[in-house]
């Protein structure tokens, strides 16, 4: 793995979603946390159904409508104001403990690291400036150039493109599964970040290359 470029999912891989419990808490209570995994849930089937419809709109719009479906459908009445700080939250979430270290051996190390997310260039530099990452990497991929989400084929070939990098020479590190079977059908090599180690890979038969459960293990 030592000259492969290193693509690294942002969403669930770097920054974790779920951070926005801790403000959800203080709207729901105990239902934060199921709020959590249901707006999670839908922002990922909306770019998906985008994505296949031709119908791209940013990865913000994409999560303010999976909020709103979300709270019609918990009946939580959260006020427009209430979303709006949300939805602003949602651009400075934290990273995962096991993040600032694991690039800075890999950067120490000389591999070419990239952030390469669905989300819009404007929102993923809040992120990782909040994360203090951005200085750890070498750069961010947006699927926004391509209109479109993964795990469409093009926004793979357009890292490739926009980094100079080869497929074969490429590695997703992800902790979703389509965006692993994506990636490996485009000729990438990948890294499944199994972060629950309950979790079974969701396979249409092709594992990932290699299984870790948390970035120290790169």
Same mark, same amino acid.
């Given at each position: 793995?030592?000259?492969?470029?290193?693509?690294?999912?942002?969403?669930?891989?770097?920054?974790?979603?779920?951070?926005?419990?801790?403000?959800?808490?203080?709207?729901?209570?105990?239902?934060?946390?199921?709020?959590?995994?249901?707006?999670?849930?839908?922002?990922?089937?909306?770019?998906?159904?985008?994505?296949?419809?031709?119908?791209?709109?940013?990865?913000?719009?994409?999560?303010? =409508?999976?909020? %709103?479906? #979300?709270?019609? /459908?918990?009946?939580?009445?959260?006020?427009?104001? &209430?979303?709006?700080?949300?939805? +602003?939250?949602?651009?400075?979430?934290?990273?995962?403990?096991?993040?600032?270290?694991?690039?800075?051996?890999?950067?120490?190390?000389?591999?070419?690291?990239?952030?390469?997310?669905?989300?819009?260039?404007?929102?993923?530099?809040?992120?990782? =400036?909040?994360? %203090?990452? #951005?200085?750890? /990497?070498?750069?961010?991929?947006?699927?926004?150039? &391509?209109?479109?989400?993964?795990? +469409?084929?093009?926004?793979?070939?357009?890292?490739?493109?926009?980094?100079?990098?080869?497929?074969?020479?490429?590695?997703?590190?992800?902790?979703?599964?389509?965006?692993?079977?994506?990636?490996?059908?485009?000729?990438?090599?990948?890294?499944?970040?199994?972060?629950?180690?309950?979790?079974?890979?969701?396979?249409?038969?092709?594992?990932?290359?290699?299984?870790?459960?948390?970035?120290?293990?790169?």
């Amino acid at each position: 793995m030592s000259s492969e470029t290193l693509a690294f999912d942002v969403y669930g891989t770097l920054i974790d979603p779920h951070a926005i419990v801790v403000r959800l808490e203080g709207y729901l209570g105990d239902r934060a946390i199921r709020f959590s995994q249901i707006w999670r849930s839908k922002q990922l089937e909306y770019s998906f159904r985008r994505g296949l419809m031709g119908a791209y709109e940013d990865f913000s719009v994409v999560t303010r =409508d999976a909020l %709103g479906y #979300t709270n019609k /459908l918990l009946e939580t009445e959260l006020s427009n104001k &209430v979303q709006e700080h949300l939805l +602003d939250d949602y651009t400075r979430l934290s990273a995962y403990d096991d993040v600032p270290d694991a690039l800075t051996k890999l950067r120490v190390e000389g591999r070419a690291l990239y952030a390469f997310s669905n989300g819009h260039p404007r929102d993923l530099q809040s992120l990782l =400036d909040h994360a %203090g990452l #951005t200085d750890l /990497l070498d750069g961010i991929v947006s699927v926004d150039d &391509v209109a479109s989400f993964k795990p +469409d084929a093009r926004v793979y070939k357009h890292f490739n493109k926009l980094t100079n990098t080869q497929p074969s020479r490429t590695r997703l590190v992800s902790s979703n599964a389509f965006d692993i079977a994506g990636a490996q059908a485009c000729g990438w090599n990948a890294t499944w970040l199994q972060r629950d180690e309950s979790l079974v890979f969701d396979s249409w038969g092709e594992l990932p290359n290699t299984i870790v459960i948390s970035l120290s293990s790169l």
